[in-house]
């Protein structure tokens, strides 16, 4: 782990764990907090690097998906991940932008910026109205994170 830390400094690896899919922001304030930042700062990192690949997902993610789609050997696992994202993000259908703000909100897997991104492009939500409805439901769930964070530092 220390050669890790002595080629990347913590913040950097805080920013790239928030950048990938699954771990998010949900596992990078608290690795952030492991790493000695304090909760506040580790927040605002595992935001700015959640928020990283969005506007790629929400400009590019449908084109090559149907791209993708062509293609006899990547049709069934785009399906596969197109219909599980809109079975999970039914109330994102219903409610447009404020259904995906509360949809990254939620802290649990599956619920951040990369299934909100997917959602948000499958379901043809503009970018201007997805980008910052994503933003202000990270921003919420980054905030929750990073409470859970400070009480179990303090604790």
Known sequence: ?????????????????????????????????????????????????????????LLLLKPVFEKLRKNPHWRKSIDWITKRTLRKT??????????????????????????????????NIRFKHAFLAIFIGNCIAAFIIMMISHVAVNF
């Not at 805080?14 to 952030?32: C, D, K, Q, S, Y």
């Not at 927040?43 to 997902?57: E, H, N, R």
């Open 1 to 57: 782990m220390n050669q890790i830390l002595d080629f990347f400094s913590k913040e950097i690896m805080v920013l790239l764990v928030a950048a990938m899919p699954v771990m998010e922001l949900r596992g990078a304030i608290p690795i952030g907090v492991s790493l000695g930042l304090s909760p506040i700062h580790a927040a605002i990192l595992g935001l700015l690097g959640s928020m990283i690949p969005v506007p790629f997902l």
């Open 90 to 123: 039914k109330q994102v259908h219903k409610y447009k932008s404020l259904g995906l703000l509360l949809f990254v909100a939620v802290p649990l897997p599956s619920t951040g910026v990369w299934t909100g991104s997917i959602a948000a492009s499958l379901l």
